[in-house]
């Protein structure tokens, strides 16, 4: 990637449009892999699991963002720049470097799904499993006409939108409060890892056949967990 302010402004911003475009068929694929690969007891897992690796991808990239690109430029008290601070020059080499790092295992991983990966076991999991799947096109027409998708389309882009901004821009939101970058990235893995925990504890408990019938219960619970906890943590922000 060129470190050209100009270019690399339009070359990030192009490669964040069409990373926003593909999660369209990114995030809508984990459900449609379960259904074909997995019988119906283990899918609420199956999903959960696929969902959650990306989760933890993003916590480790927190960490090795401060890593390989330090901001020892700022002084001990936070206030000012160090005097050893490296030039522009050589963080935006070291930027290049780090999102390289985090290309590669993307890259290796579609590599490998394009020439190994098969699109359905050879015998069906399920009698669900066989059932033919409706042309894309098709189905996507009906999606458009349908309101019930629509509105659970918004009710999962809100908040999974608002989270992920909020956890890419962590680092600038907790500066304020003396928290080094560092130490914010640990912060980060620290509450994804125990937030995947807690996920695959309510996915496994979800795929028994007498709490599914609870699902709506169980997702409604969920979510007013998570706002009493980012209520809480917007309350320490304004201290």
């Known amino acids: 990637m060129s470190t050209d302010p100009v270019v690399f ?3 990030a911003h192009s490669g964040a449009i069409f990373n926003g475009l593909a999660g369209v068929t990114v995030m809508a ?5 379960s259904a074909a690969w997995f019988p119906p007891s283990q899918r609420t897992t199956a999903t959960s699991i696929s969902q959650l690796s990306n989760v933890m991808g993003c916590g480790l990239s927190s960490i090795l963002g401060p890593l390989m690109v330090p901001d020892s430029f700022i002084n001990d008290t936070g206030s000012a720049y160090a005097e ?5 020059p050589q963080v935006r080499r070291e930027l290049r470097w780090f999102m390289l790092t985090l290309a590669a295992p993307a890259a290796a991983a579609f590599a ?3 020439l190994y990966f098969p699109s359905k076991p050879p015998t069906p999991p399920s009698a669900s499993g066989a059932v033919p799947r409706t042309d894309f096109s098709s189905g996507l027409r009906c999606l458009l006409r349908n309101r019930d998708y629509w509105l659970a389309a918004f009710s999962y882009a809100g908040p999974g939108g608002i989270s992920a901004a909020w956890t890419a821009t962590i ?3 907790l500066r304020d409060l003396g928290v080094r970058e560092a130490e914010s990235g640990l912060m980060i893995v620290v509450t994804q890892a125990l937030g995947v925990a807690m996920a695959m504890a309510a996915a496994r408990a979800l795929d028994r056949p007498e709490l599914k ?3 709506r219960g169980a997702i409604i619970g969920i979510n007013i967990v998570a706002l009493v906890f980012v209520v809480w943590l917007a309350l320490l922000c304004l201290k």
Do not use: E, G, Q
């Open 84 to 88: 050893d601070a490296p030039t522009k």
């Open 9 to 11: 402004s339009v070359l």
């Open 112 to 114: 490998a799904m394009v």
């Open 213 to 215: 019938r609870r699902l």
């Open 29 to 33: 694929a984990p459900p449609a892999i």
């Open 171 to 173: 680092a600038l939101i």
